[in-house]
């Protein structure tokens, strides 16, 4: 018996990286799966993973920023297990640029599906939860939700938007007594496909990004998934990810305000 044994869990983008990694990890850990994403190929790879470790999966396309789709399938999750005990808001994309030069259209995908997606997902599955009388909801934020970056505003901004709703729910839940935990993630960096799959404004080198990424990002996302998981196991309220996440939190928090300084150095010398 583990803490996940019996429970229902969805895991929006679970066709790569990170959604992966925890799709795998709560099929080990006997969870009943229910994971979703919009690149169908990805996502047939980790139901095959999930039926591998023997556990009951459910997987269905859906775009997180269709909003309507998002209530849909919460539902539709609902009826197939009877129940949903934990939700991973994970699908995220990435995206570089300076806000000059970002279009309106850059931010506003951004923010449809790294900010709206996890507002759709916890909004449809809240009475869910609250109806299992065991549940948890579990946010993917990132450090990029704790400090700025140059070339990654519109990021930051859903990251720290995903973040402050996310303490917010947390507080509401305690003080409404419902029976539903929280919790918000901020992994460092993940070798991951997220750089790869990402888009940048006009000028920027795709590889280029992409090369620096994999320099920085050191952490598996099996091991990702498991200090997610310890830290559901412990409601957490927060779960920093990677002695990058921890060095930097601590860096900024110590410098208040003057830590532009030291990240636009970081970022120039590293040619971010
Ligand atoms: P990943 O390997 O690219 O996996 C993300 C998955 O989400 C992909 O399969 C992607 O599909 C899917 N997706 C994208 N847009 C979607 C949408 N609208 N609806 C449903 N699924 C969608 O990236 P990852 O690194 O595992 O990222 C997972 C989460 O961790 C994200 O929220 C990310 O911001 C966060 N995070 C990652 C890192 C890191 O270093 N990797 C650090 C901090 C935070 P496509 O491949 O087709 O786009």
């Given at each position: 018996m583990t803490h996940f044994t019996g429970k229902v869990a969805v895991v929006t983008g679970?066709?790569?990286?990170i959604g992966r990694a925890l799709s795998v990890e709560l099929a080990r850990r006997g969870a009943k799966l229910a994971i979703c994403d919009v690149d169908t190929v990805g996502l047939a790879e980790t139901e095959a993973l999930v039926k591998a470790e023997g556990a009951d999966v459910k997987a269905d396309h859906l775009d997180v920023s269709q909003r309507e789709l998002v209530l849909a399938y919460a539902d539709g999750v609902a009826a197939h297990y009877g129940k949903v005990n934990l939700v991973f808001n994970n699908a995220g994309i990435a995206f570089t640029g300076n806000i000059e030069e970002m279009s309106f259209k850059d931010i506003d995908r951004v923010m449809d599906v790294d900010f709206w997606g996890v507002v759709s997902g916890t909004k449809a599955f809240l009475p869910h939860l609250v109806e299992s009388g065991d549940g948890h909801i579990i946010n993917i934020s990132s450090i990029f939700g704790l400090f700025s970056v140059p070339t990654q505003g519109a990021y930051n901004a859903a990251k720290f938007a995903v973040r402050g709703f996310t303490e917010a729910l947390r507080m509401e839940m305690i003080l409404n007594k419902r029976p539903v935990k929280v919790t918000c993630v901020h992994p460092g960096g993940?070798?991951?496909n997220i750089a790869k799959k990402q888009e940048q404004v006009e000028g920027v080198d795709h590889d280029q990004l992409a090369k620096q990424f994999d320099k920085l990002a050191r952490m598996s996302p099996a091991k990702a998934a498991n200090i997610i998981l310890k830290g559901v196991e412990k409601n957490k309220a927060r779960v920093l990810i990677g002695a990058d996440a921890w060095v930097l939190d601590k860096f900024v928090r110590l410098t208040g305000p003057r830590y532009a300084r030291g990240v636009a150095a970081f970022s120039k010398r590293n040619g971010l």
């Amino acid at each position: 018996m583990t803490h996940f044994t019996g429970k229902v869990a969805v895991v929006t983008g679970a066709g790569s990286g990170i959604g992966r990694a925890l799709s795998v990890e709560l099929a080990r850990r006997g969870a009943k799966l229910a994971i979703c994403d919009v690149d169908t190929v990805g996502l047939a790879e980790t139901e095959a993973l999930v039926k591998a470790e023997g556990a009951d999966v459910k997987a269905d396309h859906l775009d997180v920023s269709q909003r309507e789709l998002v209530l849909a399938y919460a539902d539709g999750v609902a009826a197939h297990y009877g129940k949903v005990n934990l939700v991973f808001n994970n699908a995220g994309i990435a995206f570089t640029g300076n806000i000059e030069e970002m279009s309106f259209k850059d931010i506003d995908r951004v923010m449809d599906v790294d900010f709206w997606g996890v507002v759709s997902g916890t909004k449809a599955f809240l009475p869910h939860l609250v109806e299992s009388g065991d549940g948890h909801i579990i946010n993917i934020s990132s450090i990029f939700g704790l400090f700025s970056v140059p070339t990654q505003g519109a990021y930051n901004a859903a990251k720290f938007a995903v973040r402050g709703f996310t303490e917010a729910l947390r507080m509401e839940m305690i003080l409404n007594k419902r029976p539903v935990k929280v919790t918000c993630v901020h992994p460092g960096g993940i070798k991951t496909n997220i750089a790869k799959k990402q888009e940048q404004v006009e000028g920027v080198d795709h590889d280029q990004l992409a090369k620096q990424f994999d320099k920085l990002a050191r952490m598996s996302p099996a091991k990702a998934a498991n200090i997610i998981l310890k830290g559901v196991e412990k409601n957490k309220a927060r779960v920093l990810i990677g002695a990058d996440a921890w060095v930097l939190d601590k860096f900024v928090r110590l410098t208040g305000p003057r830590y532009a300084r030291g990240v636009a150095a970081f970022s120039k010398r590293n040619g971010l």
